[in-house]
């Protein structure tokens, strides 16, 4: 008897331990990490990926960017104090350095606004010296230019202690305002779970854009982008994140549950597809990518009200 109590305790013991590791390892690959409120895979019956524009500009998304309290404030002073981990790209698999981040933020030629022009050059501004005019004589606006050593440099310049020195490359005053950042782009998956029978927006990452008619190439430029289960915690933990309600002042909400309550405008740009292109680029053409972005819209309702009638 004594034999079969403990074979039947041993038993026992393998059977919880078996079903402990099997619920563990439910847990850890069953879901998705980069998910606020993640749905086990077994759940999922349908799951599109969509990139949406955010223009903090438009007037459904102002509350996001309201004077003082601008989203793209936050994070930019999240990063440089070491609290948010910016990410290359909406992939979330190549992290960067604060000081990365930084630099991608400097404005564009802030350290060179005083370089001529190609017209100029051409008109012969800038060779002074090479023309014939001598160094340390009056070139023609009041001041004899620095003599040069024998060598051929230029003397440097001595800080006297009173005047500013040069600005480097990742100076704070050389980087773009949380005001001019006025583009986000929002990668998230739409899931049909089928265990709660609707259709949920799973938010995964928010990338910070600087817009095409900030920058000299005319393309947007990405800063960063960030994880948005890390985003939604520092919102959740600052009261200052405020989604700014003009028509009610009284029922401000917090960005994170704005975001959950899809209180913003987000166009659609791109939904997940093998050569990885946008609507614009499937559809020839802005005007086309436009329309078919609110067909897309369309057809993501009407699936969601007529899957179960099938």
């Not at 993640?38 to 998304?61: C, F, G, T, Y």
């Not at 990668?187 to 000299?216: G, H, V």
């Not at 549950?257 to 990885?276: C, I, M, Q, V």
């Amino acid at each position: 008897m004594k034999n079969l109590s403990k074979i039947a305790g041993i038993a026992l013991l393998s059977m919880t331990t078996c079903t402990w590791v099997s619920a563990q390892e439910k847990d850890n690959k069953g879901k998705n990490p980069d998910s606020v409120r993640p749905i086990d895979d077994s759940n999922i019956m349908w799951k599109q990926r969509l990139w949406r524009r955010m223009d903090l500009n438009e007037k459904q998304n102002q509350p996001f960017f309201s004077k003082g309290n601008e989203i793209t404030k936050y994070l930019m002073e999240w990063v440089q104090s070491g609290v948010l981990q910016p990410y290359r790209n909406d992939s979330l698999k190549t992290k960067i350095t604060k000081e990365d981040f930084i630099k991608n933020l400097v404005m564009e030629n802030s350290g060179n606004d005083n370089a001529l022009s190609d017209a100029e050059k051409a008109a012969g501004f800038g060779n002074e010296t090479a023309t014939g005019t001598t160094a340390g004589a009056d070139d023609g606006w009041g001041d004899p230019k620095p003599k040069t050593p024998a060598t051929g440099g230029t003397t440097p310049a001595k800080n006297d202690g009173f005047s500013n020195p040069v600005p480097t490359s990742t100076d704070v005053n050389n980087l773009y305002y949380a005001k001019q950042l006025s583009i986000l782009e929002i990668r998230e998956d739409a899931i049909f779970d089928k265990q709660r029978s609707r259709l949920y927006y799973d938010i995964q990452s928010i990338t910070i854009i600087i817009p095409a008619n900030m920058t000299t190439a005319g393309f947007d430029k990405n800063v960063g982008s960030f994880r948005y289960k890390d985003l939604d915690k520092l919102f959740r933990s600052n009261p200052n994140c405020v989604w700014y309600n003009e028509q009610n002042e009284a029922q401000h909400k917090n960005m994170a549950d704005a975001f959950d309550l899809r209180l913003f405008h987000a166009r659609l740009t791109k939904k997940g597809n093998s050569k990885d292109d946008d609507l614009d680029s499937i559809y020839g053409g802005s005007k086309q990518g436009l329309i078919q972005s609110q067909q897309l819209e369309y057809k993501l309702m009407e699936m969601e009200h007529n899957l179960w009638e099938y």
